[in-house]
């Protein structure tokens, strides 16, 4: 069970709702929730998304980097102190996941092995439960 603290390590960490998450499942196209919000991690992810299924590899490792580091900036601001639970089944957390997995599945796809390796640790330190696809 994440969140369930036996060893007196880090609390999970649980961002606050994001605003884009209403735009995007209405339908809004990702570029335009980027522009809008671009602080938003999942409208990074859902942009990274956007650009790997229209074969865009490059452009979507970018777009899931810039996501990532926007969600780092979001965890630290939410008392994440570099580890620690960042559960998956609390969905304002699932941008910032769905950057980490998007940006290790194109490291692996450009061949970068060393940042596969690192990301595939850092999601199993966030949450291991998190969708690997």
């Not at 650009?51 to 990532?68: L, N």
Request: aromatic share 8%.
């Amino acid at each position: 069970m994440v969140g369930q603290n036996l060893f007196d390590g880090p609390p999970p960490t649980f961002l606050p709702t994001d605003p884009a998450e209403a735009l995007l499942a209405g339908g809004a196209d990702p570029d335009s929730v980027v522009r809008g919000h671009p602080t938003s991690s999942l409208a990074w992810a859902a942009l990274s998304d956007q650009a790997w299924t229209e074969g865009k590899v490059v452009e979507s490792y970018a777009f899931a980097r810039v996501g990532y580091h926007r969600g780092l900036d979001s965890l630290r601001r939410n008392g994440w102190k570099g580890h620690g639970p960042v559960p998956w089944s609390h969905e304002p957390n699932q941008g910032f996941l769905r950057c980490l997995r998007s940006l290790g599945r194109a490291a692996e796809a450009i061949g970068e092995s060393d940042e596969v390796d690192r990301i595939g640790v850092f999601i199993e330190d966030c949450d291991p439960s998190t969708p690997r696809d």
